[in-house]
């Protein structure tokens, strides 16, 4: 929502971003982007949801996650 933008801060360095909406209904934003000026990051939002998290915390959990999904593939492979 547009009402938010008030308390909405980016995550690394805590300044005021500015939102470019690319779709939109009466009472939120569906789709766009929050820009950091200061740090020159775009945060998506995708389905009304923005994703703050900081650039280098979105590597580190994708990471995290491919190391999970390849833990449990081998685990198959032992079990079978």
């Given at each position: 929502?547009?009402?938010?933008m008030d308390?909405?801060?980016?995550?690394?360095?805590?300044?005021?971003?500015i939102l470019n909406v690319v779709e939109e209904?009466?009472?939120e934003v569906?789709?766009?982007?929050l820009y950091c000026p200061?740090?020159?990051e775009h945060y998506p939002i995708d389905e009304g949801i923005p994703n703050l998290l900081p650039p280098d915390s979105e590597t580190d959990v994708?990471?995290?996650?491919?190391?999970?999904?390849?833990?449990v593939i081998?685990?198959?492979q032992e079990i079978n």
């Open positions: 929502k547009k009402e938010l308390i909405l801060a980016c995550p690394v360095c805590k300044g005021d971003l209904n009466k009472e569906i789709s766009g982007t200061v740090c020159k994708r990471f995290n996650l491919e190391q999970i999904f390849q833990n081998i685990n198959r």
